[in-house]
């Protein structure tokens, strides 16, 4: 399967998941999500800055939750979830974190 397809899918997945209110988007709703224990999975951007990316793998590993860097730019991931610009979505319902994850070879860390 090709990258362009995996991300056409991957954004449809968010978006579906945004709609059914199984998304949390932003730096603080996200890590509020993860600090809850809400969260199934976290999505970075591939160009947050290597703080976000640093600071958000260190909270999903200490709380065992998968996370992963996604192929999706800021404002990509952004649009994608109905908002500007946003470095982390948060997805809380494990249907959908399944089905984003299947999607990523490999990609997933700390599954």
């Known amino acids: 399967m090709s990258k362009e397809i995996d991300k056409k899918k991957m954004t449809g997945l968010i978006g579906l998941a945004q709609r059914a209110g199984k998304l949390k988007s932003g730096e603080f709703s996200t890590e509020k999500s993860i600090k809850s224990g809400r969260s199934r999975l ?3 951007a591939s160009d947050a800055s290597e703080a976000t990316k640093k600071r958000f793998s260190d909270m999903c590993t200490f709380r065992k ?3 992963m860097v996604c192929d999706l730019d800021k404002e990509e991931l952004g649009h994608t979830a109905g908002k500007e610009l946003r470095s982390s979505v948060s ?3 494990a249907g959908f974190a399944r089905s984003i994850a299947d999607l990523t070879e490999g990609g997933i860390v700390n599954e």
């Open 91 to 93: 997805v809380e319902d």
């Open 65 to 67: 939750i998968p996370f």
């Open 42 to 44: 976290c999505i970075i």
